[in-house]
Structure formats: structure tokens, C-alpha cells
């Protein structure tokens, strides 16, 4: 090489360093601080795929923050209660109670604690009526809400600053103060690396050696595609969208419209009384079931979906026969086979899973 | 020397990922414009607890808060120079007690607060002849409360996070309360929602320069008077979520009468 090209290079480096400063400047401070090690969701084969988010890009250090925030009471009011208070992870984060009062105030809710799993797929709304666009804005409700966490978002910042491994953990994985949206940044990730797919359904699904269904089952699998899978589609066992399955005449307009459900949000006449699907995944381990967890357990649901559905303008049209009639024919053998199969979607894997449990 | 042409080709592709903002932002001879929001009411200065009658009708008002955000400033060649992070709370307030956001603690209750100035900073010196922003927040953040850019922030009483609601800003706010002969009522017209996110386009009565050596000031007559056309308050006192077609009729007033320039220079 001979001594110009040699200048050349060193400058071309050095345009080449400065550009890199220049670009870099804008998200973090020239100090040297490290950063946070990039993460990607682990997604069984079985499961569709999942886009990144790119406001709240995955880290391993903000997915463990996330995790022991999420265990952690101080994001109470009383500090006394955790989200995983009613996200009990033995039981698919779930609570096992129609509506708790565990809350700071002590009331009952009006809605049953929804189930935490696959909510990286969950991108048409959070809450039983999708009131929430994400996970990351979707954590002030129970956070600030009286009846539940009671927090004040303030408090809760100088709780956490004073907490000196928290102030290391957020300055490394959000590279400034603790912020309360950084909190909200943090839960989310944690929620979304919290993907059940490890149930003897898909093991028999991805061809894990060894794995079977009994024909049981099997009947049962093809029971659900065929008479719940207009819902309750795909490797998820959700559509993550809203329906009225028919358990109420009237909705009415109590609580800022809380019996309303999807319509409260959109406004829409034609989603009146329409909740979210929850996924059959775990289901067998999550009762009470619906959105206020009236039915107490599986025979209760099915029975339902047999012969208990009440007629109103927005039910869904996969609840009609042909005939017009309402209501799913299922027989008691059926009844039986899919309850069999139910049980193959409970992934004892996941609710055992280590990664997710409480870190203290 | 194939070595040397990978660099600076490489260099090439890093400066295009700079985004285009950051270029303009930074030019020289960059100058800063003050934007006046200048509250009234049907032609007199607006203030917090006093009576301004509007035809049959008298208001009293306790509050009036938006949001103006993505300022645009058009120049002479009809370019659009976009003011980074301009996510901005105008205001005029008394104390508020931010009960879900706040809860408890009595010292950090929202304290009373006008606010009617704007500083743009940074921006490329040249002519102007027009502005443009949003009354509200678009809808990436308002989808995102965990999306921080300028003074967007929940802890200022101007979102709805509570519990299974609309997680989303509330995009302007008037409360106080309504008389029309004996009948008085409480007013709290408010609006939100992605659909009533409306960009104001407002020309300048002359085109004013900005520059490194000339700030400049542009004063909008912010009308609140003209959020109520058409609208039969008597009727729907409460314009919220659940009024949907009232808050859409109020938010087109907004993106459309209530905002006009006074002076530019």
C-alpha cells in the first residue's frame, strides 16, 4: 500500500467513525455505556410468526427487568400486590376467581382476569373489549386503577429510584432515568416472551418423537376445529378478535358501558356485547370461564354453547344452524372427546417454565 | 482499494440512514419562532371564571386544554420543514387533582397552569409563508402511551387510562359549565379517538423570515367560542367517547374554525 492510498484510507475511516457518532447521537449519550444484548421470541414451528415490535425492540436485560417488575409489589399503591397477584403462572397466569377483590380497594371487578400467554399475537387490542391498543399502554390500567393496583405513577417512580439495582437496570437497558413509560416498556417485554406452545398437543403437532394422541383426542381435535374453530382458529386457538357468543339479552349502559364490551371501544352498534376469544390453550387449567367468569367449568361452557344460547341483534352467525336455530349440536360423546382434547392443550411446560416465574 | 471503496460506500449508506429530520434540524443559521396560541372566547380574551355569553347561552369555563402536535412550517418554496418532537400541551387550567394518575400524593396534584407560548427551535433559516399542525396526538402515540416525544406524558391529566377503557389521549378538553335562561348545566366537552386527530393548515398573512438573526413570532387566535358551532350544548352538555357523533362535530370544529392566524412577523 503505498502512503496515499494510506491517507485516503485513514480518512475514509475516519468519515467512516464520525458518520457512525453523528447517527448514534441522537438515542444515546456518548458516554460508554454498555448496551443491552438484542433478543428474539423463541417460536415453536407450529405457531405463525412474529414481527418484532419495533418500538419496544426485545433485549435479554429488559426482558428479565420485565419479569422481576412483574413480580414485584412495589408497582402497588398499598405495596402489597404484584400483577402476578392475579397472574398466577401455575395456572397460566390466570387467578382462578370470577371477579377478585383483591384489589387495593377491595371491590370486586367487574371483569375476570384475563389469561397471560401468546400475547406477541395479540395485535387487534388488549382487555375483554380490546380497549387497549398494546401491551405497553394496556399496564396503566390495572397499575392506576383504585380498584386494583392503585398506583400513583409518580410514587411509583421514586419507589423504583430508590432502589439502586432497578436505577442500574433501566439506565442499561433504556440508557436513562426511570421513567414510568420505561416500566410499561419493560412489562411488555417480559409479557411477550411468554409463549405456550410446549402442550402433548404440539408435540403430537410437530412431530416430537414418541408424541401421540389418543383417538380420543384425536376425535376431540377434529371436534374443535369443526364446531369452535371459527373463534377459536388456528395454532392459537384464538382469533384474537371479538364475538357475542350469546350469553346475555341486553347490555346495559352501567359503568361507562362495561356490559358493553367491544361496542364501548368502537362505538359500532354491530359490536354490541361482543368480548375478546380467549385461547383453549390451557383452558382446562384456567376456569372460570367468560368474561365475567360466570360458568365454573367446562361442562358449564359446553352446555352453554349446546343449548344456552340467548338470542340478541349481534350474535355471532357461527352460532346459528342452518336452520336458523341457535346453538352447536354436540352430543355427549363429543361432549367427552372434547373435553379429552382440551386436556392435551395444558402445557405444564410453560406453567412450570423457570424463565417466567419470580425471580426473588 | 477494493477495501477502501467497500468503506466509503459503507459510510455512504450509514449517512442515508441518518433520517432526513436530523439533517434539516441541524443546518446553519437555523433560527427559533415563538407560536402564540392567544386563548379567546367569541372575540375577548379568554380567562378561567368569567361569564362570556354567546348568543342566548352563557359559558364559564374551569378549564381548556389540547394538544398541538407536528408543527409544519411551509416556506417560500412551499417546502415543508417539520419541527421535531413537537408534541406541545397549551392550556389554562386551575389545580387538578389527577385521581388514577396521581392518586394520593397531595404535592404533585397538576397545579394551575396557563400556557400560551410555543418556542420552535432549530429552524432552517429562510421565508415562511404558512404553518400547519395537529389538534391531538396522532395515532402512533396515541395508540402507544409508552411512546415519549416532546411533552407527551400520562401524568398530566389529559389521558384516559383507566381501567378497560380507550387507552389513548385525550385530545382537547373544555370544561366549566353552560346557563341559557334558568337552566345551567356542566359542561365537559372533550375529544379524543384516531379518527378526530385533524391537521390545521393556516396561511400567514405575509410570508415572515426566520433566521439565525431574526426570531420570529406567529400569534394564532385560538376561538374556543368555535368549538361549539352547531353543537346544542343544552342538550349534550357531556361530549365525550360515548357521544360520538357530538365529538366528531366538535373535533371537525377544531380542525377547521377554531384556529386562525393574527399576526406573523
Known sequence: MNGKYA???????????????????????????????????????????????????????????????????????????????CHRQDIAFSDATALT??????????????????????????????????????????????????????????????????????????????????????????????????????????????ATLSSQELQGLALVHAKCGSCHQGELFTDYSYHNNGIDAIFPDDLEGI??????????LADMGKFKTPSLRNVMLTAPYMHDGRFINLDQVLDHYRSGITYSA??????????????????????????AFLSALTDDAFTKNKKFSNPN | MKKLLTIISLSAILFTSCSKDELVTVADGAGKTTLTFDATFNGSDFALNKDFALGTKTFNFTKFRYWVSNVTLVNAAGEEV??????????????????????????????????????????????YKAIKFGVGVDQKYNDNMSLQS????????????????????IFTSATGTVKEGTAS?????????????????????????????????????????????????????????????VMSAVAANYGGKVFSVKSAN
Open chain 1, 314 to 339: 349481534t350474535v355471532d352467525r357461527a352460532l346459528y344452524q342452518n336452520d336458523g336455530n341457535l346453538g352447536i349440536p354436540i352430543s355427549q360423546a363429543e361432549k367427552a372427546a372434547i373435553k
Open chain 1, 101 to 210: 377483590s383483591i384489589g387495593v380497594s377491595a371491590k370486586p371487578l367487574h371483569r375476570h382476569t384475563p389469561t397471560l400467554f401468546n400475547l406477541a399475537w395479540a395485535k387487534s387490542g388488549l382487555f375483554w373489549d380490546g380497549g387497549s391498543k398494546n401491551l405497553e399502554s394496556q399496564a396503566l390500567g390495572p397499575l392506576t386503577s383504585e380498584d386494583e393496583m392503585h398506583q400513583d405513577l409518580y410514587e411509583l417512580e421514586r419507589e423504583l429510584k430508590a432502589v439502586p439495582d432497578y436505577v442500574k437496570r433501566f439506565k442499561l437497558v433504556f440508557n436513562r432515568e426511570i421513567t414510568s413509560t420505561d416500566v410499561l416498556k419493560a412489562l411488555a417485554q417480559f409479557q411477550r416472551t411468554l409463549i405456550s406452545a410446549g402442550s402433548r398437543y404440539d408435540l403430537y403437532i410437530r412431530k416430537v418423537p414418541g
Open chain 1, 259 to 268: 356490559y358493553q364490551g367491544r361496542y364501548r371501544v368502537s362505538f359500532d
Open chain 2, 82 to 127: 417539520k419541527v421535531p418532537g413537537s408534541y406541545y400541551l397549551l392550556e389554562e387550567t386551575g389545580a387538578i387533582n389527577l385521581v388514577g394518575v396521581n392518586n394520593d400524593n397531595a404535592a404533585t396534584i397538576y397545579p394551575a397552569t396557563k400556557r400560551e407560548d410555543v418556542v420552535l427551535k432549530e429552524i432552517p433559516a429562510g421565508d
Open chain 1, 7 to 85: 491517507v485516503l484510507h485513514l480518512s475514509a475511516l475516519m468519515l467512516l467513525s464520525g458518520t457512525v457518532i453523528s447517527c448514534k447521537k441522537d438515542h444515546r449519550p456518548v458516554e460508554n455505556f454498555p448496551a443491552p444484548t438484542p433478543a428474539r421470541l423463541e417460536v415453536p414451528g407450529n405457531l405463525p410468526k412474529v414481527a418484532d415490535d419495533a418500538d419496544n425492540p426485545l433485549s435479554a436485560e429488559g426482558i428479565e427487568l420485565g419479569r422481576i417488575l412483574f413480580y414485584d409489589a412495589r408497582l402497588s399503591g398499598n405495596n402489597k400486590l404484584s400483577c402476578a397477584s
Open chain 2, 150 to 169: 416532546g411533552e407527551l406524558s400520562q401524568l398530566n391529566g389529559m389521558t384516559n387510562v383507566s381501567w378497560m377503557w380507550l387507552t389513548s389521549y
Open chain 2, 185 to 245: 348545566k356542566t359542561l365537559k366537552v372533550e375529544t379524543g379517538l384516531n379518527a378526530n386527530y385533524k391537521t390545521v393548515a393556516l396561511n400567514l398573512p405575509q410570508s415572515i423570515k426566520i433566521g439565525a438573526s431574526k426570531s420570529a413570532n406567529i400569534v394564532i387566535n385560538v376561538d374556543l367560542s368555535k368549538a361549539f358551532d352547531g353543537i346544542d350544548v343544552m342538550a349534550t352538555p357531556t361530549v365525550g367517547a360515548s357521544q360520538a357523533a
